[in-house]
Structures are given as C-alpha cells and as structure tokens.
Antibody
Framework: EVQLVESGGGLAQRGGSLRLFCAAS????????MSWVRQAPGKGLEWVSR????????YYADAVRGRFTISRDNSKNTLYLQMSGLGAEDTAFYYC?????????????????WGQGTLVTVSA | SYVLTQPPSVSVAPGETARITCGIN??????VHWYQQKPGQAPVLVIY???DRPSGTPERFSGSNSGNTATLTITRVEAGDEADYYC????????????FGTGTKVTVL
C-alpha cells in the first residue's frame, strides 16, 4: 500500500525558512515523479513543485520559483521542500503527491496518491 | 494557459444524481482527472483520463468529456459523497503541469 507521510510544518516568521519532508513507502519511490501541492485554508488546490523520479528535473509554480527548492533522496525514500522567503501567502496545508507512470515508465500528469498534509503558518 | 471553471456548489438529495461540470478554456482536447476531498482529509483521485476509475472508486462515479466541458456524475448519491470535488488537467508545459479547477462543494441534503 502506498503511504506518504508529511512532516516539518509549523509556524514560521515572515521572511523565514522551513523544510518539509515526505516519507514514502509501499512503492519503488525512485521510479516516480513526486509533487508538492498546497491548499490555503478554505481555498482550492494549487500545484507548487514537481521533481522527476531521478531528481534530475525540477519544476516550480511561478509563485514559488526562486524561493522554494524541491529535492529527493531516493536512498531514503524521502521528498523534501525547502522553503525560504516565506510570506503570508504561503500559509497553507502542503501535500506531497505521487504521479503514476505509463507502461514504458513515462511520468504521467495526474496524482494518484496523496499524503495527509502538513500545515505551514507564516506569521507577520 | 488553462483555466478550469467549476460551479461553487451542487446540492443533491440522497439517492439522486449529482453532476459536476468543469469548463475548460483554450479549446482543444484535454484529458480530465477528478479528485474528491472530504472535510479535513487529503484529496483522493476518483476519475482519471476522463472516464477511468481507480480501484476503490465506486461504480456510482463516472466521468465524461465533450471537449470544452468535462462532467463528473455521481449516481445514487450517499451522505458519504459530501465533499469538495476538483477537476485537473495537464497544463501542457513542464512549468505548469497540473492545473486544478476552482472546486465544487457537493452537499447532500
């Protein structure tokens, strides 16, 4: 069974930094692209960042590019999100999510498993 | 870029059928995926590639896509179907891979 468990959320000061973690189990972690998706309280879903299975390719939403860094350690089955320059607009639940592959191993563009999320609150 | 428009809310009586639409700007065939998010929980994939159901999604859930509008249909609605539902498409670029709809709150009366 696929399990994704986020941690690292909490209260951060405006302009501060925070590192999120996502521990994965139940699948061959290094073969799948992973993403972070956030949801501000009472709002909709917003994709934040994606990393390829190997970690070689990373992508960011315009709202976080230059401030957030996604990475992964396939030997530890762990996904990371390093956040810096935090602002009030970054207050949200952050979910890690897995993308499936097609039969040839190509990363597909939907999210078939999600963690329970970790809350990041940025104070003034 | 793509913008996906959903009705903010849909209300339905138990046993009836709920239909949730997802309007897609930028005409062109896009595959649509649907997620269910119950209060206080993470999203769960319920439909992918317009019509396919992951194992675990009840057959009461079905999807369709006419090109500019995708629809998630829930037949024989149950109280447990009360949730927010989001559509999603591939944004056609690596910089915008996941575009989500605005979300629809389904209320079971």
């Amino acid at each position: 069974e696929v399990q994704l468990v986020e941690s690292g959320g909490g209260l951060a000061q405006r302009g501060g930094s925070l590192r999120l973690f996502c521990a994965a189990s139940g699948f061959n972690f290094g073969r799948y692209a992973m993403s972070w998706v956030r949801q501000a309280p009472g709002k909709g879903l917003e994709w934040v960042s994606r990393v390829s299975g190997s970690g070689a390719n990373t992508y960011y939403a315009d709202a976080v590019r230059g401030r957030f860094t996604i990475s992964r350690d396939n030997s530890k089955n762990t996904l990371y999100l390093q956040m810096s320059g935090l602002g009030a607009e970054d207050t949200a639940f952050y979910y890690c999510a897995k993308s499936p592959n097609d039969p040839s191993g190509y990363h597909l563009y939907y999210l078939d498993s999600w963690g329970q999320g970790t809350l990041v609150t940025v104070s003034a | 870029s793509y913008v996906l428009t959903q009705p903010p809310s849909v209300s339905v009586a138990p046993g009836e059928t709920a239909r949730i639409t997802c309007g897609i700007n930028n005409s062109g065939s896009k595959s649509v995926h649907w997620y269910q998010q119950k209060p206080g929980q993470a999203p769960v994939l319920v439909i992918y590639y317009d019509t396919d159901r992951p194992s675990g999604t009840p057959e009461r859930f079905s999807g369709s896509n006419s090109g500019n509008t995708a629809t998630l249909t829930i037949t024989r609605v149950e109280a447990g179907d009360e949730a927010d539902y989001y559509c999603q498409v591939w944004g056609s670029s690596s910089d915008h891979p996941y575009v989500f709809g605005t979300g629809t709150k389904v209320t079971v009366l």
